[in-house]
């Protein structure tokens, strides 16, 4: 299985950005899906959740203008992220959850995709 993120980019202050992160591989089912982002100098935060069949989960500081989808069929989640603010600087990686005809619900991560917003 290999998880390739894109969409990340330098974008102003108040723009917007959507993330992708495509899997492929010999994939049964992706379980839970979620995006990660690691400002520098800081530690890996989780930024949206959402568990296979269920709610999306935010971060408070991102509630309101980010949203995570997935796209079973395409084996793909997104993330829209609207109203970008310099804070949100970091690079972002994508987790899903993935069950393959030799193992259930292993965590695979992305390569991580750069965000950079300017003021």
């Known amino acids: 299985v290999q998880l390739q993120a894109s969409g990340g980019g330098l974008v102003q202050a108040g723009g917007s950005l959507r993330l992708s992160c495509k899997a492929s591989?010999?994939?049964?089912?992706?379980?839970?899906v979620g995006w990660y982002r690691q400002a520098p100098g800081k530690q890996r935060e989780s930024v949206a959740l959402?568990?296979?069949?269920?709610?999306?989960n935010y971060a408070d500081s991102v509630k309101g203008r980010f949203t995570i989808s997935r796209d079973n069929a395409k084996n793909t989640v997104y993330l829209q992220m609207n109203s970008l603010k310099p804070e949100d600087t970091a690079v972002y990686y994508c987790n899903l959850g993935i069950t393959t005809w030799s193992s259930a619900g292993l965590n695979y991560w992305g390569q991580g995709t750069h965000v950079t917003v300017q003021r």
């Open positions: 959402l568990a296979s069949g269920g709610s999306p």
């Open positions: 591989g010999t994939i049964v089912s992706i379980n839970g």
